[in-house]
């Protein structure tokens, strides 16, 4: 076997997958010249060949040896010396960080004899026998398999049995005691006696993190985060230091940049005399880094010294460990920083202007996700909440009001300007102007592609979905959780960053999207390869698309304009009529609104293309269901409430998502598409009269089969160009069609002869290539998660390899009859980084997401682009 | 360009491409030495040049006149001569039979000379006259496209105008006024006079036949029967002779074996002193073809020379039409006859027994689809009825019952021996015992593939389904037809063939399998070589389908065995218990029971394989809805009724064919599976210690990620193992899964990692292939066949450019990485011709169908062996 042993004098920064990122960031601090205490770490390649049933190779512990030696050497202790022992710290350190999943050991080497050598060392012997009952503890759970419980129990009883009423009372007496009990019970539960001898301690401690890469909560960690069973982890060896050696010894963790806000400036805490488990067990507060400036400049100086050098080395902002043993500044740790998305952001730009990165990195740096809070309320993080339940974070923000029950109370409550959370089994498209009278939304069943979810995303509003647990009454007028009432009125608050549903007002803060974010959102604009548009209808979300970025809209839905108080009654006239001629009067009567709509869309998209698709849903989603409703259609079409109501129930489908729907409806009644195509192509001449440029993109939507889709492109152009020709003006439009049923992806070849375009709707193509109704699926999808059948929501995020396999295989068809086919987009999706990664990686021209998530995919583009080279 | 005139004399059977059907057999006979009124074919492939805009080639019409010649020669009769004329018929006659799509001008040549030939020549002036008339009538509307409608109005006119009563009231003298009155609008309204010269009238005709080839009901017949637009029709130009000259002259149809029954005998009718129309008109009731024996006994013999000679020539009952000309006999047509599924057989098998075809040849005959009829009963064809609307036909037979609206009703009318027809809007599983109950089933909504008709099918109990015009009203006890109210009780008769709906009862007559019929089927079974299984869950249904041939089951579904009255309270309990413990519990009572239906199947299903499905349904079918029954379980759960409501509320689905069911259950509840997978492991132990082969496949349903696969199929081995090894005995099982929603097509390399076979579940895989709920896709399919945006029902045929790909793909997939993968299909596909020779085509093992197709499929599976070779 080659060689498996590193001191930390011979690796360095680079070699992260042999030694793991902890070892290799401890050899590269040596070989900067910094103070880490001396060790060494045995390879993942070891660890990969220890695990495939080879155990320890022969002489292991020989090279061991030698390598402790080296470390003896260099400390002027001994291992397992009872005057003046090495004690080492035996940890993990994978390739990539899996923080907490697999087992430590501190203080190895202790034993009855070396114990009395760390009382002459620290001069504590309080500590020294904590230090040993915390080892025994330790070790025996981890390397022999005693559960910690059994400790924990023995402990408390004997603090019972003494009346103590904190572990500061225990004196070292007690301590010793403790250790006494603590090794009777090993020998009891293992039936062999505690190894006193520190080279078995050792042996044992690195068999036992090599072993703890296969336990349960690492694997599963590792399936979650998908990271390679067969990385391995190192094992790191490294001498102990103290940080509880006087007060010229200390401990403390720092962040060279603030990790929240990205500030320049160190951040962080320290504590003099004390270990690193002090400051955990929260018996004392730490003191912020700036005091130690005062308390010991020296320590100080050094210590910024270090942070200067790291941060220069690793050109990223660090997260440090440090400890003072005697004034002797010793560095831990070093990693890159976690941060918010907020402080990734300046820190990458501040880095740009320091010439410390150069802005491919800038851009690369920031993670798309983390810019979602961002551009949303989000609740104010130093609040104080009674979190009443969890549901599904479905549209990020956060939103505080008074619970109601209907969409017309909301509506109400916005007349009187109050502000007012929305709360529903589920809402339905009748329940839009509600939706958007409500600052937030809480549903009880749904997903994360529900209709509230995605009409909220879209909205740019608050929206927590499927939050299980609230048992809605409707008629009571209030809701449940557990044995909690919530009534109307009552305020609750709503993070949709969270899904955390809070009882009462909390403060939350606006959306601050700054110099910081521009700035580097235009330098990726300037690295990305692919359009990003948006998904928007009103002229509020238009323009909150064109503020956030997007190039266009890519899905212009039509079927929210219907629902509009005014047209509504003529919306219903043509779906109840009885005869064809009822049906075109009432849709001519559509005509001039649905113009309209498209006239404000078309002046603010002025230059950028807009897709317009035709009418989608199932028409009895329009149907009224109130008595006065339903008389005021029976009236206008001279039919009796009752044919009315056998129309309506003749319009009931068993499964709507897979009924009579799309271009399904436009087939069955084309003065339906003919309307719409009209309304579109005048509109557009106007506009384009008006010296705005207007390029129309007409989409029919969940085309199966190819003939559906000839059928209405037929008619299409022949309106179209009928008008354009009766106009005198020139007008380029497109008519392209939406892939979002499976078959339409397997006979691609064929839809794409006719069709100019192509827009994924991956919402209905992971229902149907799945066969998951997104407003059922949450009765099992969270199950599947917990039981490892899938890693993410596919409705959150693109399914690679059953939907995506269609997709790629949708895109190859239709390219191989039209290179020049322009394929893109427009389900939720569009704007989730590994989804638009996806889409990048199989030739789309453009994504569409809604307004509020346009910047995420404008930097997920350029980051594509950046990891191409 | 080549040879594109071909006279009689010079064709033979074997060149149908390129003279079409009737060219080739008026050719054959003229080889055979039969008296075929002589004439030419003008090819197929000449038609093609002449409709790729190339017209007549150069010197087309110096072949015709050479051709002609040669025909005046043999009749001794000249084209155009005003004293002996020579008349001709101009045909279409394509490759494949299109019966009635294109044109046919007959009596050409007539013009007022010849018009006094053809007196001479028939001395009978008013026949010519008529002739004439008729001729203008027809060239114009075919040739000269004035439409049929203009000459019909003037001659009601001028009828009308003598008050006359019938056309026969014509005199001469009449018919001669209406040849000057035809000229007169012919110049009228094309503005030129009618051609005169018979020489333009046949270039004319010619022409006018190649063109209809492109007409549109051409087109559409071409488009639905999928026969290929570039194959393109040849022209028969045939000399005219006259059943009309007298007693020695006549004309008939003759089928040389009956067509109904295929007893041997000649079957037919005739008629002297007349033409073929005059058998149209129904002026003349024809005679039996016996009867000729006495009145021209000569002719008799003649003709069944020549019915014995073209039946030996081509070795299948022929369909022959003769005319007697002045005592001399011409054969003008033969062709292989149309026959009913009961007739097609016994010729089959006859003509095996008499050396005529052999035994492929007699399997190839039949046509699967064909056997429907015969394996239900049907109604009696001779019976007069009142038809009251129509539907789907669901399921094929014929029943005849008191109308009934619930299940309940006809469970009840079962008990007092009442036959009745259960009518609902649409059936659930609720329902299935009321089904079993009632004779017949018809429905007001739900497609070829809903819930009635699927399980109708599988009972091969009648049902029509989606009779749209049926306007149910429950309470009322009564169902609307129009004006038509049907109560409860009245008689209602339906047809499941035809899907018709008729007041009153009709006589019917029962499924007749005769001993020909297993003699045919018994030779198929020698030559297919995939196997045939059944559908089926009911030891009834078991039995029939050994009856009818099945070599195993292929779907047995486990829903319908929860329905029983006694155990249904303990589904429910399972269903809606609150606590694991109480689901456990109730699952527990449910295991006998299963296991009983499993023994019962394993026992009938003796030394053949059983495919049982795991529970498949969402949850939600099962739970109650009369607050009696919630009642009970309430009471059973120690809950209340208000509780029990909001758990059933619980379960409701928005989309229940894409929510919680299928697999889905099993990983959510596991019990389930384990419950089942004892019951069916215990009954085999059992079964098998009878001394009987139990050969279990254990299948998971609804499979889209191949770990939930995996999941359960490590569940299911485990149980199953460790009863097996609890027994004692030895047990050969297996572990498999349906493959029915998109993504398992896409990912099934993976699925087959563990499963043992793939079934398709092509009912499911088709709704979510194109996203067609097959309870409300008869909303908008008809308007699709209209349309021609689909040919078939894909529910009914397997649609192979989109849901066969996928199949075709999941197959591929599936044996690359498990070559001896087993492939099945237990959709309702399974016993449709054109969908079982798919299968065998991309490769399946075997096909299940219900019981009653399984004969139909083992024809195909046979035929398709065949055919290959």
Redesign the interface.
């Known amino acids: 076997m080659k060689k498996y042993l590193y001191a930390f004098e011979e690796g360095n920064k680079d070699m992260k997958n042999l030694l793991g990122g902890k070892g290799a960031n401890l050899s590269e601090m040596t070989s900067l010249g910094l103070n880490v205490p001396p060790g060494f770490t045995i390879t993942t390649e070891y660890c990969m060949n220890y695990q495939n049933g080879h155990r320890h190779v022969a002489g292991f512990m020989d090279t061991v040896k030698k390598a402790v030696k080296q470390v003896e050497k260099k400390q002027g202790k001994t291992f397992g010396d009872a005057a003046n022992p090495l004690l080492f710290s035996v940890r993990s350190g994978a390739r990539a960080s899996m923080p907490g999943m697999m087992d430590t050991v501190l203080n190895l080497g202790l034993n009855d004899l070396t114990v009395q050598g760390l009382i002459s060392q620290t001069k504590n012997e309080r500590f020294a026998y904590d230090a040993y009952r915390r080892f025994l503890n330790m070790y025996s759970n981890v390397v022999l398999g005693v559960d910690h419980e059994h400790f924990e129990a023995k402990f408390t009883e004997y603090k019972d049995k003494k009346r103590y009423a904190s572990d500061l009372d225990m004196t070292t007496a007690d301590l010793q005691q403790l250790v006494v009990m603590y090794k009777k019970l090993v020998q009891e539960r293992t039936g062999t006696k505690f190894p006193e001898d520190p080279w078995k301690q050792l042996l044992g401690a690195i068999s036992a993190v090599f072993d703890s890469w296969n336990n349960k909560r690492a694997a599963s960690y590792r399936r979650i985060n998908r990271i390679p069973d067969d990385w391995g982890t190192a094992v790191n060896v490294q001498s102990m230091v103290f940080g509880n050696m006087g007060q010229d010894s200390g401990t403390g963790v720092a962040f060279t940049r603030n990790p929240s806000t990205g500030e320049k400036g160190y951040f962080g805490e320290y504590l003099m005399d004390a270990q690193g488990e002090d400051v955990v067990a929260g018996i004392r507060t730490p003191h912020p880094i700036a005091e130690l400036a005062k308390e010991n400049p020296k320590a100080y100086r050094e210590l910024t010294g270090v942070f200067k050098k790291l941060e220069r080395h690793y050109r990223d902002m660090q997260d440090i460990e440090f400890t003072i043993e005697k004034g002797r500044l010793f560095i831990l740790q070093t990693r890159n920083g976690k941060r918010t998305g907020r402080a990734a952001i300046r820190i990458a730009v501040d880095m740009v202007k320091e010439a410390l990165i150069d802005r491919d990195t800038a851009v690369l740096r920031v993670d798309p996700r983390s810019l979602e809070p961002m551009l949303h309320p989000d609740l104010d993080p130093k609040a104080k909440m009674k979190v009443l339940t969890k549901g599904l974070p479905a549209s990020p923000g956060a939103a505080c009001g008074k619970v109601v029950f209907s969409a017309e109370e909301a509506v109400h409550a916005l007349r009187s300007n109050e502000k007012v959370i929305l709360v529903r089994h ?1 809402t339905s498209p009748e329940d839009i102007e509600g939706m958007h009278s409500a600052v937030g939304i809480l549903t009880s069943t749904g997903g994360m592609t529900s209709h509230a979810a995605v009409v909220a995303r879209g909205m740019g509003k608050c929206c927590v979905s499927g939050a299980g647990e609230v ?1 809605i009454k409707y008629q009571a007028g209030e809701f449940k959780v557990g044995a909690t009432i919530v009534r109307r009125g009552d305020v609750i608050t709503l993070s949709g960053n969270t899904g955390e549903v809070i009882l009462g007002a909390v403060k939350t803060i606006p959306p601050q999207m700054d110099d910081y974010f521009e700035e580097l959102l235009s330098w990726a604009d300037k690295r990305r390869k692919i359009k990003v548009r948006t998904n928007a209808e009103t002229p509020l979300d238009c323009r909150n698309g064109r503020i956030f970025g997007a190039e266009g809209i890519g899905l212009c839905r039509t079927e929210h304009m219907f629902f509009d108080k005014e047209r509504i009654l003529h919306v219903r006239e043509m779906i109840l009529s009885d005869t064809n001629e009822q049906r075109i009067k009432a849709i001519d009567k559509l005509l001039p609104y649905q113009k309209k709509d498209f006239k404000q869309i078309f002046e603010i998209m002025d230059g950028y293309p807009v897709t317009i698709r035709l009418l989608d849903p199932p028409l009895h989603e329009f149907v009224p269901h109130e008595e006065a409703e339903i008389k005021a259609v029976a009236e206008e079409l001279g039919m009796s409430a009752e044919d009315v109501h ?1 129309k309506i129930k003749g319009l009931h ?8 729907r ?1 271009c ?1 409806l436009g ?2 009644y084309p003065e339906l598409t003919i309307m719409q195509v009209k309304a579109i192509i005048s509109a557009a001449l106007e506009v384009q009269k008006e010296g705005k440029k207007v390029i129309p993109e007409i989409m029919v939507p ?1 085309v ?2 190819s ?2 889709f000839s ?1 209405l492109e037929k008619k299409i152009r022949k309106f179209a160009d009928e008008m354009i020709r009766g106009s005198g003006q020139k007008l380029q439009y497109q008519v392209g069609t939406m892939i ?4 339409a992806c ?2 691609a070849d064929k839809i794409a002869q006719k069709a100019e375009f192509f827009s994924f709707g991956t919402n ?1 193509l992971t ?7 997104r ?3 949450g ?2 999808l969270g ?2 998660q917990e ?4 890693n993410d929501d596919p409705f959150a995020v693109v ?1 690679q ?3 995506g ?2 997709m790629k295989m949708a895109v190859e068809k239709g390219r191989s009859v039209r290179k020049n086919l322009k394929v893109g987009i427009c389900g939720e999706h569009g704007g989730e980084p590994s989804s638009v990664q996806f889409c990048i990686d199989i030739g789309f021209d453009y994504v569409s997401c809604s307004p509020f998530r346009v910047p995420i995919a404008r930097l997920t583009a350029a980051q594509a682009v950046l990891r191409k080279k």
Chains 1, 2 share one sequence.
């Not at 979002?740 to 078959?743: A, K, M």
């Open positions: 589920e048992k056998a489908e068993v499964n709507p998502m897979l009924g009579h799309g399904r087939i069955s969940l199966s089969i003939e559906e059928n979002e049923v499976p078959r397997v006979v209905d229902q149907m290539t799945f066969g998951f109704s407003d059922d699926a009765k099992f199950t599947y039981k490892g059948i899938i399914d390899e059953g939907v396999a269609l």
